[in-house]
């Protein structure tokens, strides 16, 4: 098991750029793979990106694609979630979820352990 926190949301304005973190406890998080959701009001909870446990490989949904990036930091069991151009649609609580199970996948049946969430809102 692994303990994920998330944090960096807020309240920006479309355009603008936001930076989440998801930091987690446990020795062996470098071998996992990771994800971030996100949930929307009145939405189901939805894929947004994925990370090896490396970091060399990565997968996005097309509707974040070419705007936010994924990467992590092993030496400080850290995974980000770098967001640019923000869009009013992409208001929503966002989840950092990680599991052993080496390969990518966007379902979030297949993820084991997930953090509380962090609220990022988009005024237009």
């Known amino acids: 098991q692994v303990q994920l926190v998330e944090s960096g949301g807020g309240l920006v304005q479309a355009g603008d750029s936001l930076r989440l973190s998801c930091a987690a406890s446990g020795r062996t998080f470098s071998s996992w793979f990771v994800a971030w959701f996100r949930q929307a009001p009145g939405k189901e909870r939805e894929f947004v990106a994925a990370i090896n446990w490396t970091g060399a490989n990565t997968r996005y949904a097309d509707s974040v694609k070419g705007r936010f990036t994924i990467s992590r930091d092993n030496a400080w069991n850290t995974v980000y979630l770098q967001m640019n151009s923000l869009k009013p649609e992409d208001t929503a609580v966002y989840y950092c979820?990680?599991?052993?199970?080496?390969?990518?996948?966007?379902?979030?049946?297949?993820?084991?352990?997930w953090g509380q969430g962090t609220q990022v809102t988009v005024s237009s």
């Open positions: 979820a990680a599991t052993k199970k080496q390969w990518f996948s966007s379902s979030l049946q297949n993820y084991e352990n």
